[in-house]
DNA sequence: CAGCAATAGTATCCATTGGTAACCAGCTAC
DNA sequence: GTAGCTGGTTACCAATGGATACTATTGCTG
């Protein structure tokens, strides 16, 4: 089931499938979450990294920096002093905020059994 | 916002959110892609290490591991020779295929946007 | 009985990614 | 001139993931 003889539709066994290679990519440590905090407006870095808390600068220009690769967000450089730099999703961006919600949502319905969960079989 | 007094709902600047929690959680590297393979009934070890292809034998039981340990799938052993061992989604694991597959369809949806979007970052 | 084959892993070592801490460039206010 | 703000970069260390070899169990082959 091929599409444009580049990736495959579907095929999870395929590690050229489309779902595969995007899982890869969002599928790092701050990705979807720094997409998640620009879905109710722009973000300068410092509100990135101060919210996030725990990530270190270099790792969140690496997350941004691939972010604006991928055509997921803009980066804005005021020239102003002090600079002023300030990330916004794009279109592209915005539209994974909904499957992002949809993981998140489930997250908030089933941490608590999860935390159960792991705390029986650790204790079993 | 507190819900129990342990996690927070919502507020994603919280590193105790629990959307932030399970993000952290099925956010490495085969955890999502594994929960997507089991879709469609359990599968043995060799079926998954086979399929996925790229994964080493010890990152695979690790994976499998967290996800049994998490409560989303279960881990059948049939003492015969050779051995068998087959991985089950577990209800709640079969819950987290919804949310999944939004994500997986917006990525089907988007690759070759993205692909085109970082050639030209790359060459511009 | 010696040797081999099949499955589901471990064990060991190496590569890649993420984290910590310190520093820089440009400008401004003291 | 020196300190301070922002948005980084650099150098180094820790943790996670990957490659390869090996093991345990037991029936089958010769």
Redesign the pocket.
């Given at each position: 089931m091929v599409t444009n003889g580049q990736y495959e539709r579907g095929d999870l066994f395929n590690p050229a499938c489309g779902t595969r290679v995007i899982l890869d990519r969002i599928g790092?440590?701050?990705t979807a979450l720094a997409v998640l905090l620009l879905q109710h407006g722009p973000l300068?870095?410092?509100?990135l990294r101060d919210g996030i808390g725990?990530?270190?600068?270099?790792?969140l220009?690496?997350t941004?920096r691939r972010l604006e690769r991928d055509g997921l967000v803009t980066?804005e450089?005021f020239a102003e002093?002090?600079?002023?730099?300030?990330y916004t999703l794009t279109p592209m961006g915005s539209s994974l905020i909904g499957p992002l919600t949809a993981v998140s949502d489930w997250a908030e319905e089933h941490i608590s059994a999860i935390t159960a969960s792991q705390a029986e079989y650790d204790g079993a």
């Open positions: 790092d440590k701050w300068r870095f410092t509100e725990s990530v270190a600068p270099k790792v220009t690496q941004l980066r450089v002093v002090p600079p002023r730099v300030v």
